[in-house]
């Protein structure tokens, strides 16, 4: 179905889905914004990408593709951020928050050339990335949070995961609403997962991030878990993993791949 739900009497989740995107489409809490260096990026390991993130002198941040789109040197080794472009370290061409190459040294600025730049905010003490379709704008804005805390890697996806942190936390199944999903604890306490990778329970929280394909980065403040795990059996609170399944796509409409030529041209401009 459109929003991810299973149709009535159809038990989804129990037969699963033959393949779950990777990388759930949403915000992640990607970072310590206090680990994060001011007008320098820095490397980072995200959604299957090597990234690099910074500050901006004006307190933000941002999480680009390392990859320059010149000559491919690595913006995470020695590329340079200020509040209004991003520089590379090889031949110091420079691209906007947003991507665009502004200065392509001393050279005129070619059409087409853009850096992948990711919505980034910073929140709660975490940079937070979107993750969704290149070019593509969040709906609204990340959790409201406070991230930090320990970290630690697990292998799994991310939903077996977050399935994991919540049966230690003794959450019992429910339905999801919306962009939420709630539980009641056998403490009293309710739990909340907010997007696809925030889990919150009386002021304990739990923030998993996508690091590539098979691992996840656990980050918590005080969900006193140390058994973190994955729990891979799908029969395993179907309740939630048919509401995860609203995070497994994209609504923005793909972008037509860039073509090259005159005619290639003309259509990427238009
Ligand atoms: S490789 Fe980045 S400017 Fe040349």
Redesign the pocket.
Known sequence: MADGSSPPGVPAVADGPAHRPPFPVGWFAVADAAAVPEGALVPLAAFGQDLAVGRTPSGGALVVHAT??????D?AAGGRIDDDRVV??????CFSHGGACTS??DGPVPDGVELRVWPTEVAGGAVWAFHGRSGEQPPGPPPAAPAGGSQVEVAGHPEDVLVGVLVGLGAGDAAGDGDAWSSRLADGDVVRVHGPGTVEAGGRRAFVTPVDGFTVAVRATSVADPEWRAEPDRSVLPGFRDWYRRFDRSSAPARRPARSGRRGRERNRG
């Open positions: 320059c789109p010149h000559l491919g040197a913006l590379c370290p090889l031949h110091e061409w392509a040294a």
